[in-house]
């Protein structure tokens, strides 16, 4: 096995973990979890090699004003034996699809842990997902889980308990196949689950690593620097469950978020193969989707299926982060601004060219003639509310369900486990397994293909879309500051209003919203209607002076908000450090790379005025030099208990 591909002849290292987690998760951080982890170590070298190399290619963009552009298809795969053009044109080795993927009509997403609770209620989670008639559930270790505390090893651990099928586990499932059905019954006028034991086996669970731009909480280099989450998740996750899942016949499978390039994907490659090479397994066992969460991997797609290899299985498309991606790439253009969030659908300009070469991607066989899967993207809407916006809502859900299918998706992601027998018939109708090898036009790598990425449409940008992205932004940071970084939240101005749901959100959804509000207004967006209650007429530019007022409202009505909606001790915690961070990002005239880093380096941290000196920190430093603080700033610091 090649360094391109595995470790080579690289020494295992050794990494620090933080006081006391060692000894209270030693059923999470085992022996063989921790040998696999050193193991592997040495990657992380190539691992920031990749996301320095991410950096400057975004800081050569904005100081040149250079678009993204296709690859050379004469040359060779960075990190990869691969020439481009073979890569576009199917000649490698790629995967079949596993007996356990190949019907994913319907795919959940969620964490396998709650904030600030005891393994009996945190574990619910589990439960509700593998209980609730999805054909996958994506345990996420990444934008849906909380980085609070010890959470990302509570989520780890409760996986752990519930595929080994711990009697703890069982008693709760139980219990909860109960609540699902007396909720089902008042829904649907029927039981959803007949036989709760063999429902557990129904659902094929699937895990989301953090990201290689991610560094771990608990775990670091021994020089004190950051390692990766991508390899700890990887590993405690495959070391954990691997004999649990192959003795019952299943896959080991996970998704792979916010990849940009073929080489980032030939460093996932390299762990991927690394462990199975460590855990004595083939080559291919390990099974991957990737989410195409990032503009520059749609210019990049075969070139990333192909270099995944045998363990690529499909791609995802996404919304919110694919959104915040194109704005990125384009923040040095100032005539690029984007329009309220709620008119960048998947029909929409850029979105609809991404999707469409997506499909093309998956439907391109290779060498054996092998077709991958294509996952569609989430819906996001949760049956609560009145009658009216239950009715309304689900409506919009079908009807998006039915175009991905249309279009040629094999499934699509729900948020949420009411959602899934909502959702489902739409494929149930249908009755194909999937739609891998349906035909479409093969790729094409013009210039006009690489200008339709960055299509913009006509669309509204109103100040009632404004305050949509103030108050979602800054209710997101609160929560994630809170634990909570999947969350119901809808605007402020429709607390009360039941006519208009909750949406399930994660991570993506803040840094989009700020990344928008952040274009307006250094880039002197101009409004396209008159708004009374702030004087604003059409054609009139979003000013700091504006924004300023709108954030300054919107938190005000946060404040006065009812503990449904806003949390009472989080007014004076994390909620006015959610608006120090919303209000940093959106002056900074340097636009920041990542909103999750402001985030990250205030996790844990309730006091207002550290916060602000940690975000000047960050700002700084990335102003400077291109550095981004990833690393855990309380890594020796005892981890706080609230529960």
Known sequence: MGEAHGLGSRQPRKVEIRTGLKEEYSDVYTPEALAAIEALAALDDDRKAVMASRIERRTSRYRDHQRIAFLDPEATIPRADIKVQDARDGNFVGSEIPHDLRRQWI???????????????????????????????????????????????????????????????LRVAEGVAGEMNEWARGFFGRDIISDWREQLDFTTVIFRARGLHLDDRHI???????????????????????????????????????????????????????LEQHLGLDVGTIKVYVLVEQVEASFQLMEIRAVLGRHFVGYNTGRWDYINSVADAMGWDSSFIDPNIESIGMTYGYMRVYEDRVRRATNTPDRAGNFALWQGGMEPNIPVGSAKGVEDSMKRALEGAQR??????????????KMVHIVRPVWEKIGDANQAGRAFPPLTYTEQDAADLFLLEPAPRTIRGARNLLSVALQYGNAFGQGMQAAALKPADFFGDDDVLYLMEDAATGEIRLSILWEWLHKRGRLTEDDPETGVKAGDIFT??????????????????????????????????????????????????????????????????????????YLDAFANDGTRITENLDFASPVSRSE
């Open 220 to 274: 670091r280099n021994t020089d004190r620097s950051g390692f990766s989450a991508s390899i700890v998740d990887v590993c405690l996750f495959v070391v954990n469950n691997r004999e649990a899942l192959l003795d019952a016949g299943r896959s080991l499978v996970l998704y792979l978020p916010k990849i940009q390039t073929a080489e980032e994907a030939a460093v996932w490659d390299s762990v991927l193969s690394a």
């Open 107 to 169: 795919q959940g997403t969620g964490p396998a842990a709650k904030p600030n609770t005891p393994v009996e209620r945190s574990i619910r989670n589990v439960a509700y997902a593998l209980l609730s008639g999805a054909d996958g559930w994506m345990f996420d270790g990444e934008d849906a889980l909380g980085q609070t505390n010890t959470m990302a090893l509570d989520n780890q651990r409760n996986l752990k308990l519930a595929l080994a099928r711990d009697e703890l586990f």
């Open 404 to 417: 991905e299918q249309r279009e040629g998706a094999c499934g699509k992601w729900v948020a949420h486990w």
């Open 544 to 617: 700091l002076e504006l924004y300023e007022r709108l954030h300054r409202e919107e938190m005000e009505k946060l404040l006065g908000a009812g503990n449904r909606d806003v949390y009472d001790d989080s007014k004076a915690t994390t909620l006015p450090i959610a608006g120090e961070i919303v209000e940093a990002y959106v002056k900074a005239e340097l636009k920041t790379p990542w909103y999750i880093d402001l985030l990250n380096v205030n996790l844990d941290n309730f006091d207002l005025a550290s916060a602000r000196e940690r975000i000047r920190m």
